[in-house]
């Protein structure tokens, strides 16, 4: 054994009575805890209404879990249909025993966050922005779950952080008992790194319009378009990933995608810094005029909003930006926004809050004054009997 290397973990499932816990499922749940938690909180800090992110959630991880699974399966066909296939063509169904490709969950979870936004009136684009990085961090938890199932590794390596892993597991090379690349070690660390680089450039860039969540699909081809050189997919040790002039099919699909997220970041170069992160057009709470919280409700994202609209809401330390409010929450939680007005015909916020505290004494004013009149108007009616009397 060597000095120093990863040991292999002693079991990746455990039982709660009759009912498995397993690992990969487990760092699975977790990254999208994270992902989520991360998400509410910088669509919040954006203006956004509370639980926005959690119902868009739901149907973005069903659809996700579904497109990474058949994006693992079409990839890797010869795991379950090929002549030496070690798994049975109906274990492709078993997605606790591991294979999920991020392109595919990545690709079909947006479609469950696109029919999310249309059905509320969101921005797609201020939605991707927010939860770009909190996808980073969800992979590199859900990488942990490989580690447990003991797959996914690199080559032969003679490093010092090298992979222990158990003999005849798929993907080991026959009569080899040393030492392989941690590659989801690499991946992990590598996401960990990104999501802080994309809070920092959000914050740093007031990244708008799609332009943050194109900056993650760049970082994060990079680098799997190297650790994925790194691999040695099953069976027997030998690389039977499908290959296209010299590279894996993975490899192709990060070039395309780099590509890609370059094009989209210089063609929406010039965009305004501002969003509309609901179009004015959407749909108020019953009972609520657009733009305008219902009576009793809060504006989302402890934010205050005046009698114009404008919103102003405090910094959110965990999102790591500081950004201006785009839209106000009405009572159903659709949220509606409008864009601000120039600074040079804004009224100063004082001289707003001293025109309402005006508006307000003079409603008070008048309020007095007609209680005061409706009670001489009482009086000359009471009066008026006595005088037939006598």
């Known amino acids: ?43 919040r800090a954006r203006g956004g209404a509370p639980g926005t992110m959690v119902d868009i959630a739901v149907p973005a991880v069903i659809f996700g879990l579904i497109g990474g699974r058949l994006y693992h399966v079409i990839t890797d066909w010869q795991l379950y249909f090929g002549p030496d296939a070690p798994n049975k063509p109906y274990e492709a169904l078993f997605i606790w025993n591991g294979g999920l490709g991020i392109w595919g969950a990545v ?35 859900g990488r942990w779950g490989n580690y447990f199932n003991q797959e996914l590794f690199g080559g032969p390596t003679t490093l010092p952080w090298g992979l222990e892993i158990e003999p005849g597991r798929a993907g080991t090379i026959e009569g080899y008992t040393g030492l392989y690349h941690p590659t989801f070690l690499y991946e992990s660390l590598w996401n960990v790194a990104l999501g802080f680089a994309l809070i920092w450039a959000g914050r740093r860039f007031t990244l708008r319009h799609g332009r943050l969540f194109a900056l993650y699909v760049a970082g994060y081809t990079v680098g799997r378009f190297w650790i994925e050189g790194l691999r040695v997919d099953p069976v027997g040790g030998v690389d039977h990933a499908v290959h296209f002039l010299g590279l894996r099919i993975n490899q192709w699909t990060a070039i395309v995608l780099f590509v890609g997220a370059l094009v989209y970041l210089w063609v929406t170069r010039n965009k305004d810094a501002e969003e509309i992160v609901v179009p004015p057009s959407a749909e108020p709470a019953s009972g609520s005029p657009s733009g305008t919280p219902a009576d009793g409700d809060e504006p989302a994202g402890d934010a205050r909003t005046s009698d114009d609209g404008a919103r102003s809401s405090d910094d959110d ?63 000359r009616a009471r009066a008026v009997p006595e005088e037939k009397k006598s």
């Open 107 to 141: 690709a079909l979870g947006g479609v469950g966050v696109w029919l999310s936004c249309r059905k509320r009136g969101l921005s797609l684009s201020a939605v991707a922005d927010t939860v770009a990085p909190g996808i980073a961090f969800a992979q590199a938890i």
């Open 1 to 43: 054994m060597p000095l120093a290397s990863i040991p292999s973990p002693s079991q990746g499932v455990w039982y709660l009575g009759p009912i498995p816990l397993r690992a990969y499922a487990l760092c699975i749940v977790l990254g999208v805890i994270v992902a989520v938690w991360l998400s509410e909180r910088r669509w």
């Open 317 to 379: 330390p965990a999102s790591g930006e500081t950004e201006p409010a785009d839209g106000v929450a009405s009572s159903d939680g659709v949220e509606s926004a409008e864009r601000a007005e120039s600074s040079d015909t804004a009224e100063p916020p004082a001289a707003v809050d001293a025109a309402h505290r005006a508006e307000s004494a003079d409603d008070a004013e008048a309020a007095d004054g007609a209680e005061a009149s409706d009670g001489a108007e009482d009086e």
